[in-house]
């Protein structure tokens, strides 16, 4: 018998919710199939099998499930499950099929076409949604992101000539993210510095990768690959910090980076980004973009990052102080691009495009000196983008 406990999905919530299995209760299962789907405050998550069996469902579609907690078992065979069924029979705790799911169907809305999780059916109740509204979404599962979209729909289409005061429900994504910046602002002494960096060569190199690849490369893809290949000099900068007086350090080069397209504010993580071309990163990043705007990133996309980037590129924007994530030691923003006029050392003055990158770290691990430095080195290898490529091919 294997047990199907929770893992740990996303550091902002204690709870999931179950939303669907997506394999039947006693069906025999593959090793690999995707089993059941959870959702959490920023995305939905499917768990596949690691056995081949048959599997028995010990909690119900619908349940709230913390990190840790077994919500299945996979038995050798059916006569093995019907075993562990007849030993459980009437203790009340994992009969899958039993009364207690009865129980728990009736109460998610028996008799209806469709069924709410936990968290859909406490947003529901708070926003005052109808089975009219709920019924018009057309779907057999409803989740929490179901019920926030409805919710926002419903605030959109509020007249303005309405009477001011009305309250403007935040959406549990929003609520999350309000959550993970507090504990920012509680826990970490962060410090801030910011440097000034021309980029007229880096452009140049972004829009011959563009044109060579078919894939387009911007600013962000370079930084990313940039940046991902510094673990190794400054290692302090990609690592968590311990209340016993330690950091510890990060194995590999996985940078987040912040992805905002109205539908919420994601970080999903660029998995090994030092050993990524700036034409794989561009590929990710377009991947995310497709993601942000359906809402679908999995959990395990939205976790592991060693340092993050904060987006904040447009044109208008100058520079952004960011937050540091907790469980990291820096997070680095990339500003809009400016075009100002330069001198030339023969007094000629001509036009330069630059940007503000920022450095927000944690002063118990990194100084200010360190920082500096670390933005420099950012600063040498955008400058010098040919450079950097033909260091990390050599190296390759």
Request: a negative charge; hydrophobic letters at 45%.
């Amino acid at each position: 018998m294997i047990e199907i406990t929770v893992p740990k999905l996303n550091n902002n919530d204690a709870q999931y919710d179950l939303v669907e299995w997506l394999a039947e209760d006693g069906a025999t299962v593959a090793k690999d199939e995707d089993l059941v789907t959870l959702e959490t405050s920023k995305a939905a998550e499917d768990l596949v099998s690691e056995h081949d069996g048959v599997l028995h469902h010990a909690v119900g579609a619908g349940e709230q499930v913390a990190p840790g907690a077994v919500i299945g078992r996979i038995f050798a065979d059916a006569a093995a499950r019907d075993a562990f069924l007849a030993a459980g029979s009437g203790s009340g705790g994992d009969s899958g099929s039993g009364a207690g799911s009865g129980a728990r169907a009736e109460a998610l809305g028996e008799g209806t076409d469709f069924v709410l999780t936990a968290s859909a059916r406490a947003r529901a109740a708070e926003s005052g949604i109808t089975e009219e509204e709920l019924r018009s979404l057309g779907k057999r599962i409803i989740k929490g992101s179901d019920i926030e979209a409805l919710a926002e729909r419903r605030a959109a289409a509020v007249s303005a000539t309405e009477v001011p005061g009305n309250r403007l429900e935040l959406s549990q994504h929003q609520r999350a993210i309000g959550a993970v910046v507090t504990e920012s602002h509680r826990t970490v002494p962060a410090s801030f510095t910011v440097v000034r960096i021309r980029v007229d060569a880096a452009e140049a190199a972004a829009r011959e990768l563009s044109a060579a690849s078919g894939t387009m490369v911007g600013l962000p893809a370079l930084l990313i690959n940039r940046l991902a290949s510094l673990r190794e000099s400054f290692p302090a900068f990609f690592a968590t910090y311990h209340e016993d007086g330690y950091v510890l350090l990060a194995e590999q080069s996985h940078v987040g980076v912040t992805v905002d397209l109205g539908k919420g504010l994601y970080i999903p993580v660029v998995r090994d980004a030092d050993r990524l071309s700036e034409v794989e990163v561009a590929e990710q990043l377009e991947d995310f973009r497709f993601s942000a705007l359906r809402g679908d990133f999995r959990g395990s996309e939205l976790m592991g990052a060693a340092i993050t980037l904060s987006l904040n590129n447009d044109e208008d924007v100058l520079l952004t102080q960011p937050i540091v994530f907790p469980g990291q030691t820096c997070m680095v923003s990339l500003g809009g691009v400016q075009t100002g006029l330069e001198l030339a050392a023969d007094g000629s003055v001509f036009a330069a495009r630059y940007v503000h990158v920022g450095l927000a770290f944690d002063h118990r691990v990194v100084n200010g000196r360190e920082a500096v430095q670390f933005l420099q080195a950012i600063k040498g290898a955008l400058q010098a983008p040919a450079a950097q490529r033909e260091t990390a091919t050599t190296a390759g």
